[in-house]
């Protein structure tokens, strides 16, 4: 190519099959298109950035906060080894999404499709759907925590207000979808930049914090489900189906070495984006954990702490924005919520496409997630208070650490695939670790759901014969989650797929049920990531 055209060019081109075919588009939709020029250098770098930060926002969406506030305010810094072990583990796993989706040119959901029987997709696609919803609670409890604090809005109402979100969302997309991002990006940075002020008002020990950081422990009642509400809050598997669907918005080089720098720029962008989400994270939690700890707290920020969530935490920012905290605070938080309600959206947008190959428009698939979400935060907003929603965020969370492995295991499997990925595939170390790191979490999944029901069954006051009836359907159900598991784990992959590369690349076609892709991007693909009205094409 040559060295002079430009890094980024805007077209309008069909995508074609290997012989000139024009291949149709989902709903037929013309799109522009990010062509990166095949050149070497660090200068291509910037071209591949986004889709590593538009993953990064669910890592510092209000379930991340929520938890990040109580296991400060609860363990001190106990509990910063999670924060880190699930940013590395993240950083593993969302290169590993990235890659298939470079290498394929499908993205996980349309593996998932392709791979597994009828049944088996359709149990991954409602579990997938599920964990999008579980995502979406955090942020309209967050939302109505926001209202509240800006406008005295009941909690319950808010979660009300929160559905008319989705209109206001698509009122400023007409602006452009990349200027939503960064006006976001700003509100989020403001919030950090306050908890990295206030750490240093509150001055935690570094010792304590570097202990934390590095020497693991689960001490006190209710730091494992704390803990694991971390892992499920910071690696959620509604990320994995959108950042292997976010890669195919950029035409990459498909030459060997052209697809080996993508994939090593996608890694190096998503470990500084999970980087930035890492620094926010532990600040959170240092800074609730010195304030909640420190001895010159007044008798009502003292009762707060005990009980600490969203709702409350404004007071931690009291010495960096006096009185304005709790609106400042409020602020970032909407900005935080609306901002996850943009990855939430297009990663259900992807999961339907990808295992039904069906779409909807944005607008209808964001009420319908919205509307699913608002439901259980509204009967606990009613019943339980601010309190009520904020253990539900919590709960969300853990729901997340739990279906993780329905989306991990796949992904590992397919990455792990000569048959799939060529000379690609995942290397030994590489897929050690990340077996490791999938069976740790399954394991300590496996340890809270037993250890907690049994707790649960001792506690209930109910009669020996109903404890009975309880076990037997509740080991029965964990035992289901086990073979589920083992299932994806030991299922053999029978579909056989290879590297996207360009048809005079010097390595060929492999296998007979093999074929070859030659045109990125995908044109469905930017058309959900960018929605915009436009009129559809003739592809006669």
Known sequence: MDVSQPQFISSHENRRDSIGAAVPLIDNVEADQIIIAEKKGWKNLFAYMGPGFLVCIAYIDPGNFETDLQSGAQYKYELLWIILVASCAALVIQS?????????????????????????????????????????????????????????????????VTGLSTLVLLLLQQYGIRKLEFFIAFLVATMASCFFVELGYAKPDLSQVMKGLFVPQLKGDGA???????????????????????VLSRKVPRSVQGIKEACRFYTIESAFALA??????????????????????????QISCKDLDLNKASFLLKNVTGRWSSKLFAIALLASGQSSTITGTYAGQYVMQGFLDLRITPWI?????????????????????????????????????FELPFALVPLL????????????????????????????????????????????LLHSGLHTAAIVFAGIFGFGGMLVYLGAIFYLVFRKNRKITQPLLSVDTELGPTGNNASIVTHLPREDIISMQLPQTRSAMNLD
Do not use: Q
Not at 383 to 395: D, N, P, R, T
Not at 427 to 441: D, E, K, Q
């Open 224 to 246: 494992t489900g704390l803990a694991i509400s971390l892992l499920g809050a910071m690696v959620m598997p509604h990320n994995l189906f959108l950042h292997s669907a976010l």
């Open 413 to 456: 499997k397919f990455t792990s695939c000569k048959t799939k990925m060529g000379l690609y595939a995942n290397s030994f170390l590489i897929a050690a670790i990340t077996w490791v790191i999938s069976s740790l979490i399954m394991a300590i999944n496996t340890y809270y759901l037993v250890t907690g029901f049994i707790k649960l």
């Open 96 to 160: 590993l999404a990235s890659k298939l989706g470079v290498v394929t040119g499908k993205h996980l959901a349309e593996h998932c499709r392709a791979e597994y029987p009828r049944i088996p997709n359709f149990i991954l696609w409602i579990l997938a759907e599920i964990a999008v919803v579980a995502c979406d609670i955090p942020e309209v409890i967050g939302t109505a925590f926001a209202l509240n604090m800006l406008f005295k809005l009941p909690v319950w109402c808010g979660v009300l």
């Open 276 to 301: 930035v989400a890492f620094l926010i994270n532990v600040s959170v939690i240092s800074v609730s954990g010195a304030v909640c700890s420190s001895a010159n707290l007044s008798p009502e920020d």
């Open 365 to 401: 698939r964001n009420l319908l997630t919205r509307s699913l979400a608002i439901v259980p935060s509204l009967i606990v907003a009613i019943v339980g208070g601010s309190a009520g929603a904020g253990k539900l965020i919590i709960i969300a969370s853990m729901i997340l650490s």
